[in-house]
């Protein structure tokens, strides 16, 4: 079983930035897939980005152009690095990573991200 902290999430104005960080306990050179879920209040918990093992990213509609998802091997860390934030991207942001298709993976504790004038 590998741990997830995930950190970066902040109060920031509409159109600002922030960076969030999952640190995993363990090496992601192998992993078959890590994301990013955000869950906000009253909502169901949705997928936002994922990067493969072959480092291919994918995002949902709503933040393409906006989120970037990466990886660093070395740090056994991946990113989400979010630009331009509208007040509907406020929600709890939660990292997930599986190590091998059809298993089950695993979640972060969340990282609170608020984006309010």
């Known amino acids: 079983q590998v741990q997830l902290v995930e950190s970066g999430g902040g109060l920031v104005q509409p159109g600002g930035s922030l960076r969030l960080s999952c640190a995993a306990s363990?090496?992601?050179?192998?992993?078959?897939?890590m994301a990013w879920y955000r869950q906000a209040p009253g909502k169901q918990r949705e997928l936002v980005a994922f990067?493969?093992?072959?480092?291919?990213?994918n995002y949902v509609d709503s933040v393409k152009g906006r989120f970037t998802i990466s990886r660093d091997g070395a740090k056994n860390t991946v990113y989400l690095q979010m630009n331009s934030l509208k007040p509907e991207d406020t929600a709890v942001y939660y990292c997930?990573?599986?190590?091998?298709?059809?298993?089950?993976?695993?979640w972060g504790q969340g990282t609170q991200v608020t984006v309010s004038s």
């Open positions: 990067i493969d093992s072959g480092g291919t990213a």
């Open positions: 997930y990573a599986q190590y091998r298709i059809g298993t089950d993976g695993s």
């Open positions: 363990r090496s992601i050179f192998s992993i078959n897939r």
